[in-house]
C-alpha cells in the first residue's frame, strides 16, 4: 500500500509543520482538505511561528508567549508577519497604511521603541527629562528626570515586558567638550494589557568628574561602563544593581574610539576595529561584581587585554583592490544580546580615487562556543560585511543610524550622489548573506530635516522625528 502524507496522524503532520518556513506554509495548507484542515489547529500555527522566529520577528511585542494566543490571533500574527516579509523583500519597500503625525511639545530625540508594541521612549532635552509615549493614541503616559545631556545608553535589556537601559548623562546642555555626570539605569514596565506603561529611574551613580566615562553596558543583576583617566589605559566600571557593590578592572588596552563593549552571557566583551581587522578582549564574570561571587566591596583588578588573535573581516570589496583605502569608524551598535547578532560596526571606506563611490562598511557578528582553534574564550566572531554605497548623512540632531533589538535589520540614512534616502539592510543569519533595500518616503517629508530614526521590525514601523517636532509614523507592514 502506498503510504502518502496525508495518510500520516495530525501530530505527524504538525511535526513536518513545524520544519516549514513560513512563506511555505500558506501553500502547503492549499495543498489538501486535509492540509487545509491543519489551519484550524493552534497547534499548527504555533509550530509554524516557532520555526519563524528563529530567522525573523514575529508581528507581535518579542516576549508574546504564542501558547497562550487563541487560534485567530496566531493567525493574525502569522498573517501579519508573512506581509511584512513580502514587503521588506522588496527591492523598494513599500508604504502599506496611512501614516500618522504627532505633534511634540518641543524638540525630541529618539531612545527606544519597545519592539512589537506603540511604546517609545523620547528625550525631552529642554526640559531634561526622557518620557513614555503611546503613538497610536499620541498619549504621554509617564516621565522622569535624566538631565538635558545622553552621551551614551546600552542596547535595552528585556525580561517579560520589563525593559532597562543605562544611560550616561548630564545636567549641563550638551558640548563636544564636557563629559557624563552620571551613570543611570532607566527601567520601562509595560500592564498586562499594553494599554498603559511606566517609566522610572532604578539606578542613579554620580560619576567622578576624572574619568572619561563612555559605552553603557547592562544585564540583570550588572551596570557599568568603558572608561578613562587622562588618554591612559582603558579601565572597566561596573556596579551591581542589588547591592550597589563596584568594581574597577584596569586593563592594558589603550583607549580609542573604535571601542564599544557588550555584555553576552553574564561576560563582557570590548570590540576594537582597525581597519579590515577585529579584536575581542573577555572579560569574565568572576571579575565582575555579581552576588553569587564573594569579593570585597569597592575591589579593583587587573586584567591582561592585549594577548588576543586579530580576527580578519573578507570580502570587505573587491572594487577596492588596487586603491589606497582608509577606514573611519562610525560606532558600535549593540542589538539585544540574547539576538542571534550580538554586535553591529560600522565604517566609512574612504578611496584614493574619485572614480570609485565611499561606501558605509557594515559588520553583522555572531556568538559561537569556545574554540580553542582561536587561542581566546571570545564568544563573538565575525559573520557577514556588506558595503552601502554612499556616505552616512548626519541629522542636526540624533542618530542617522538605527539598528532594531533583533539585530536583523539596520537603517541608515545615506546621502548618495547628492540624493538622501533611507535604506534598510537585512542580515539573513541562516545564509549568512544580507540586502539592502530602499525605503518608499511620503512626499511631504523632507529627510534633511530629519533628527532621529527609530524602526521597529516586528510591527514593520518606521519612527521619523523632524526639526518642525513632528513625529511620523510610517507603516510598512
Known amino acids: 500500500m502506498m503510504v502518502t502524507l496525508e495518510s500520516f496522524a495530525n501530530e505527524l503532520l504538525l511535526e513536518v509543520a513545524r520544519h516549514l518556513p513560513l512563506e511555505d506554509a500558506f501553500p502547503f495548507l492549499l495543498l489538501s482538505r486535509r492540509f487545509y484542515a491543519l489551519s484550524k489547529e493552534r497547534g499548527f500555527w504555533i509550530a509554524i511561528l516557532r520555526m519563524t522566529v528563529l530567522t525573523t520577528p514575529l508581528f507581535s511585542p518579542s516576549y508574546m508567549d504564542m501558547t497562550l494566543c487563541n487560534l485567530d490571533e496566531l493567525k493574525y500574527i502569522a498573517i501579519r508577519t508573512r506581509r511584512r516579509e513580502q514587503n521588506w523583500n522588496r527591492p523598494e519597500i513599500k508604504i502599506i497604511g496611512p501614516t500618522k503625525t504627532i505633534i511634540c511639545d518641543g524638540p525630541h530625540s529618539l531612545i527606544f521603541q519597545a519592539p512589537g508594541t506603540e511604546f517609545l521612549i523620547l528625550h525631552a532635552a529642554e526640559r531634561g527629562v526622557a518620557v513614555c509615549l503611546k503613538a497610536d493614541s499620541a498619549t504621554l503616559i509617564s516621565s522622569v528626570y535624566v538631565g538635558p545631556s545622553i552621551f551614551g545608553q546600552s542596547p535595552p535589556h528585556e525580561q517579560m515586558g520589563k525593559y532597562s537601559i543605562a544611560l550616561l548623562t548630564s545636567d549641563v546642555p550638551h558640548n563636544p567638550d564636557n563629559s557624563p555626570t552620571r551613570l543611570m539605569v532607566l527601567t520601562f514596565v509595560m500592564s498586562t494589557s499594553h494599554d498603559t506603561a511606566e517609566l522610572s529611574a532604578t539606578f542613579n551613580h554620580e560619576l567622578s568628574q576624572d574619568y572619561n566615562h563612555r559605552d553603557p553596558f547592562l544585564n540583570s543583576e550588572i551596570v557599568g561602563a568603558l572608561r578613562l583617566f587622562d588618554s591612559t589605559n582603558l579601565e572597566i566600571l561596573a556596579f551591581n544593581l542589588n547591592t550597589n557593590q563596584a568594581a574597577v578592572l584596569q586593563s592594558d588596552t589603550l583607549y580609542d574610539a573604535q571601542i564599544g563593549s557588550v555584555s553576552l552571557g553574564g561576560d563582557l566583551y570590548i570590540v576594537r576595529d582597525h581597519r579590515e581587522t577585529s579584536y575581542v578582549h573577555f572579560c569574565p564574570n568572576r571579575l565582575l561584581p555579581y552576588e553569587s561571587i564573594s569579593k570585597p566591596n569597592n575591589y579593583r583588578f587587573f586584567l591582561n587585554c592585549d594577548d588576543v588573535p586579530p580576527l580578519i573581516w573578507h570580502g570587505i570589496d573587491a572594487s577596492f583592490f588596487g586603491c589606497d583605502i582608509w577606514f573611519e569608524p562610525l560606532g558600535i551598535l549593540n542589538p539585544d544580546p540574547m539576538a542571534k547578532i550580538p554586535v553591529v560596526t560600522l565604517h566609512h571606506i574612504f578611496v584614493d580615487d574619485e572614480q570609485t563611490p565611499r561606501v558605509v562598511n557594515i559588520r553583522f557578528w555572531t556568538s559561537r562556543p569556545k574554540d580553542p582553534e582561536y587561542g581566546s574564550p571570545s564568544y563573538l566572531a565575525p559573520a557577514h ?74 510591527l514593520g514601523v518606521i519612527y521619523l522625528m523632524d526639526s518642525s517636532r513632528l513625529l511620523l509614523r510610517i507603516p510598512y507592514a
Open 385 to 458: 560585511a556588506i558595503n552601502v554605497h554612499g556616505m552616512l548623512r548626519s541629522p542636526s540632531r540624533g542618530s542617522s543610524r538605527l539598528y532594531t533589538s533583533s539585530g536583523y535589520h539596520v537603517l541608515l540614512m545615506i546621502e548618495n550622489r547628492g540624493v538622501l534616502s533611507l535604506q534598510l539592510v537585512r542580515y539573513k543569519p541562516t545564509v549568512p548573506s544580507s540586502s539592502i533595500h530602499s525605503l518608499e518616503i511620503p512626499p511631504s517629508i523632507e529627510l534633511d530635516s530629519i533628527t532621529g530614526l527609530s524602526v521597529d521590525d516586528h
